[in-house]
C-alpha cells in the first residue's frame, strides 16, 4: 500500500483521538516524534534515552542518529524542536514513574522489553483506525513532517537534509504526494 501524509485536520484528530484517552503517555510519542522529526521506523524503535539527552539529563536540541540504528548505518543529525521536547520531558517524568528508570529504550512494551518496529507499526495502526484515518501508514508520519517542513520553509533542500536524503529527487517524492485539500488551500488567498 502506498502511504501519504496526514492533512493538518487529521493530524489533528489523531493527536486529539490520542490525548483523550488514559494511559496512551508512551502511544502519543510513539505518533508525535516522526511528526516531528521525521524519524524512520526502525531509527526511533532503536532510540535510548541516552541519545537524546546529556550526560547531566538535560534533553538535547539536537542529536546525532546511532549508525547501528540509521539506514545504511549513516548517521544523521535529528533536531527536536520546543513541542517535542516539551512531549518528550512530559513522557520522560511519566516513564520515570512507571519504570523507575531513566535510561534505555525509548519505547518499552507492557512486559518492559523493547518495541520492535512490528510493534509501533501496530500501535500507530491501531490509532489510526481509531481516529478513522485512512490509507496512512507509520511511514506517513514522516512525509507528513516532511510536507510540514516544505510548507513553512518552501526550500526542499532542507526538507532532504532533514529527512537525511542524499539525493533531491527521492524528497521530491515526498512533496509530490500534495492531496486535493492542499492545492486547493495553496491557492486559496
Not at 539527552?53 to 534533553?59: K, M
Not at 520492535?116 to 501496530?122: G, N
Request: proline share 3%.
Amino acid at each position: 500500500m502506498s502511504t501519504r501524509a496526514l492533512t493538518p485536520q487529521e493530524e489533528t484528530a489523531l493527536v486529539r483521538t490520542i490525548t483523550e484517552r488514559k494511559r496512551t503517555e508512551r502511544d502519543l510519542i510513539v505518533i508525535r516524534l516522526p511528526l516531528e522529526t521525521g524519524l524512520r521506523l526502525r531509527e526511533a524503535a532503536g532510540l535510548l534515552w541516552q541519545d537524546i539527552t546529556s550526560l547531566h539529563g538535560d534533553l538535547l536540541p539536537r542529536f546525532s542518529l546511532r549508525p547501528e540504528i540509521a539506514k545504511r548505518h549513516k548517521t544523521r543529525t535529528i533536531e527536536l524542536n520546543k513541542v517535542i521536547r516539551a512531549e518528550l520531558e512530559s513522557y520522560r517524568k511519566w516513564y520515570a514513574r512507571k519504570y523507575k528508570a531513566d535510561n534505555g529504550p525509548l519505547f518499552i512494551s507492557k512486559r518492559g522489553s523493547r518495541l520492535s518496529p512490528r510493534q509501533i507499526e501496530r500501535i500507530s495502526d491501531k490509532w489510526f483506525s481509531t481516529a478513522g484515518i485512512t490509507g496512512v501508514t507509520y511511514h506517513g508520519l514522516r512525509h507528513t513532517f516532511a510536507c510540514k517542513v516544505f510548507n513553512h520553509t518552501h526550500d526542499l533542500r532542507k526538507v532532504r537534509v532533514l529527512l537525511g536524503h542524499e539525493k533531491i529527487v527521492t524528497t521530491q517524492i515526498y512533496i509530490d504526494h500534495l492531496n486535493q485539500a492542499e492545492l486547493e488551500q495553496a491557492v486559496d488567498w
